[in-house]
């Protein structure tokens, strides 16, 4: 099923075994959001702008990534500097999350090949706070990367830059089964695991072989990401993965060929920046059909709701009462067929 219902996650314990490799984390990860749409650049990168409108397709986990700022404060950013994705230059590490919020904006739009400016006044860089809250608020599965490991120009070695992003997910109250903490450094991912939380271990493309896989199990980490295609035999990977009780879920893919390869290959899920491309080819056009259908019925409940609220005269509300009690029935149905069709859909 593409949308898992929130409150059941908890009960849905992700520690793998050799009997299972399944997780609740499965389907379609919106990397860094999913900012782009085909070959389009769509969204900025890591912002609260693209994950609600990745959750709102129907994308079900999304992913991102938290550095910290000068004065500890974590913050939602892929790169150790600015230059890239915003108007800002220099290390987020050296900057206070005060200064990232009055100076600084996200003018891209887009990752990867397909970046490019905005063309707006940007949007904010999500605190890591502001993202759980939403998260929170919207029932939304997360995919949160530990941005700290050697290779990073604001590499701590201390267990300090890890225990920071996880006290503030603690802080968040969001629950813990609803959030898997990936990272490509081990120690990373021994406090996240220590701290309770269902954890990824990042692969390189070149780590990707079964010594990856004794790592995972050994280390008693939940799920495997790879980067795909992976060195040696895909399928033999996964195969390999699900054997020792690991689900696989690869990073990072955009075209249909591969999104469709991967699945049928037996992976789990998979991390892609084109998150309609990969929730069509994952789920079908049907359940797409049915995801529209929900939105847009959503969007006229909303809207009569709120005109509902607004009215004064008796007698429109009345009017406006029925109406809306209408279009939250047929959201309801329209729910209940999207749940249906797109399990369906997934098997």
């Not at 990073?152 to 968040?172: H, I, K, M, R, W």
């Not at 692969?203 to 790879?226: E, F, M, W």
């Not at 491309?277 to 006229?300: F, K, N, P, W």
Request: aromatic share 6%.
């Amino acid at each position: 099923m593409r949308l898992i219902a929130f409150g059941a996650v908890a009960l849905a314990m992700l520690a793998p075994s050799s009997a299972t490799a399944k997780t609740v984390f499965a389907g379609i990860h919106a990397h860094r959001g999913g900012p782009n749409t085909g070959a389009a650049a769509s969204y900025p990168e890591n912002s609260l702008q693209a994950f609600d409108a990745a959750h709102k397709l129907g994308a079900d986990v999304i992913e991102l990534d938290a550095k910290l700022t000068a004065d500890n404060v974590p913050v939602i950013m892929h790169d150790a500097t600015l230059e890239r994705t915003t108007n800002c230059d220099g290390q987020v590490r050296q900057r206070t999350a005060a200064d990232l919020a009055a100076n600084c904006r996200i003018d891209t739009v887009g990752t990867e090949a397909l970046i490019k400016a905005s063309g707006t006044g940007g949007e904010p860089i999500p605190t890591l706070a502001e993202a759980l809250a939403w998260a929170k608020a919207n029932k939304v599965l997360l995919h949160l990367e530990i941005k700290n490991q050697p290779t990073d120009p604001d590499y701590d070695a201390t267990p300090a830059f890890a225990q920071t992003v996880l006290n503030g997910v603690n802080a968040s109250g969001i629950p813990k089964q609803t959030v898997l903490i990936q990272s490509f450094w081990p120690p990373n991912l021994d406090q996240a695991k220590a701290a309770g939380y269902p954890t990824t271990l990042l692969l390189l493309r070149q780590g990707s072989t079964q010594q990856g896989i004794d790592l995972a199990k050994q280390n008693g980490y939940s799920v495997v990401s790879p980067g795909w295609p992976t060195a040696g035999d895909p399928k033999e990977f996964i195969d390999n993965a699900h054997k020792a009780g690991l689900p696989v879920i690869p990073y990072t893919i955009d075209g249909e060929g591969e999104l469709a390869r991967a699945f049928d290959l037996g992976a789990d899920g998979v991390i892609t920046n084109d998150p309609k491309l990969g929730l069509q080819v994952h789920y079908g056009q049907l359940c797409d059909q049915a995801i529209g259908r929900e939105q847009r019925l959503s969007r006229t409940y909303r809207k009569r709701l709120a005109a509902y609220r607004r009215e004064t005269n008796s007698a429109r509300k009345r009017r406006l009462r029925k109406s809306t009690l209408s279009a939250r029935r047929a959201l309801i149905r329209a729910k209940r067929n999207r749940k249906t069709t797109c399990a369906r859909a997934a098997l």
